[in-house]
């Protein structure tokens, strides 16, 4: 079993106390002393030790403050999701909008106004659902809940996918992971909210660099041509007779070369359009590959931690005893997605995944008897 840090401090505080007329040491060099002590103590605690609980042990301190500052760093997280993606929407609004009904036919201006204002507003409802939503928490209570285990933090019962978060500093129903761009975990009742974010996300950061190609290509071309005109040597001043003579535009007194063709308006629509595509593209890749991710581990009916905790237990399973692991909770693709989207009639595909809902899902969280029969659960 693994002693936490403030257990040990005060296991280190007893023992000075009680040696502190014998030794004359510096106190510091006492206290770092009894913790080392106690640290080797408490690996040889039982026979239960092994690998996993020395690494723990020997990397508490940097567990623990990886987790201090990722919460405190959750709400810089969340804000910078909040700037970047307003920042797409001030272009969006600002400069490609008014290009969108300057140029294209009517049948694409509906197109480009129904989709994107769809895509914005489910982006929109499912981060704040996945950040808002509790992530659900077993009961601290005593009750007659099955568990599988005892939690070693929270010394409390832990149902069946549960799993402490040391970030949030107690146990997660069905938890994947913390997410710290929600500031929040991941769990039994946000993590529809979460996948549907990030497909959401991943469709509109698509959406605009597919539709903004050829305005990122002109606007490069054009910030090109802009510093190839800035690199031009100057012309010939002019001076003496030729002011007179009006050899420079009206106006113009002291110019050696006219005014450059363009705005500094122009070249900020420019940078704002490329800001846009390398922005969107980028997300899109990173948060598309983290989308394909999850959507194969619901398909198999597991989480994050469950796809690693699963492939230990099947090698386990097949050397110890040569015999396959089966996850109790994949009930076959297309029931995964029944179960986790809350799909119960054909309607609910319309009404609870192309449009926002917020519907609890299937179960408690605690337990996981969802259906008596695994074959043909939900007839849709």
């Known amino acids: ?42 690996l040889c605690f039982n026979s239960l030790t ?25 709400l810089v997280f969340v804000c910078l999701v909040v700037i970047l993606t307003s920042s797409i929407l001030v272009i969006a609004y600002a400069v490609l909008l ?6 294209y036919s009517p049948a ?58 040391g ?37 509109g950061c698509v959406y605009c660099s597919i539709s903004g190609r050829n305005l990122f290509l002109d606007a490069y071309r054009a910030l090109e041509r802009f510093k190839h005109l800035d ?19 009206s106006g113009q007194t002291n110019f050696q070369t006219p005014a450059p063709p363009y705005t500094f308006k122009d070249r900020m629509i420019h940078k704002s359009i490329i800001y846009m595509w390398v922005l969107t593209s980028t997300v899109g890749v990173a948060l598309g590959a ?7 581990l619901i398909s198999r009916g597991e989480t994050s931690i469950e796809k690693h905790i699963n492939k230990k237990e099947t090698h386990r399973m097949m050397v110890k005893w040569g015999k396959v692991y089966r996850n109790p909770f994949n009930y076959g693709g297309l029931n995964n997605w029944k179960i986790f989207l809350g799909v119960e009639k054909k309607s609910h595909w319309v009404t609870r995944v192309l449009l926002p809902s917020g519907h609890p899902p299937h179960g408690d969280g605690l337990t996981w008897e969802i259906f008596p029969v695994k074959n043909d659960l939900i007839p849709v």
């Open 1 to 42: 079993m693994r002693c936490s840090a403030p257990h040990l401090l005060r296991c280190v505080r007893l023992q000075l106390g009680s040696r502190r007329g014998r030794n004359k040491l510096p106190l510091c060099i006492r206290r770092i002393w009894a913790y080392m002590k106690l640290l080797v103590q408490s």
């Open 108 to 165: 694409w201006i509906a197109w480009h106004v129904c989709y994107g204002h769809w895509n914005l507003f489910m982006i929109a409802f499912h981060y704040y659902k996945a950040a808002k939503t509790s992530p659900g928490y077993p009961p601290t209570e005593k009750n007659e809940r099955p568990f599988v285990s005892v939690c070693k933090k929270c010394i409390m019962p832990k149902p069946a996918r549960t799993h402490h978060c």
């Open 290 to 296: 983290l989308t394909i991710w999850h959507a194969v």
């Open 50 to 74: 092994d690998s996993d609980v020395v690494f723990d042990s020997v990397f508490e301190p940097v567990f623990v403050t990886v987790d201090y500052i990722t919460r405190w760093f959750g």
């Open 167 to 203: 970030i949030c500093n107690r146990c997660i129903l069905k938890m994947d992971h913390h997410c710290p761009w929600l500031n929040n975990c991941v769990g039994h009742f946000n993590h529809r909210y979460f996948f549907s974010f990030c497909l959401f996300m991943t469709l």
């Open 231 to 249: 690199s031009e040597k100057p012309g010939m001043p002019v001076t003496g007779m030729g002011l007179l003579i009006g050899l420079l535009p």
């Open 98 to 103: 008014p290009l969108i009904l300057t140029t």
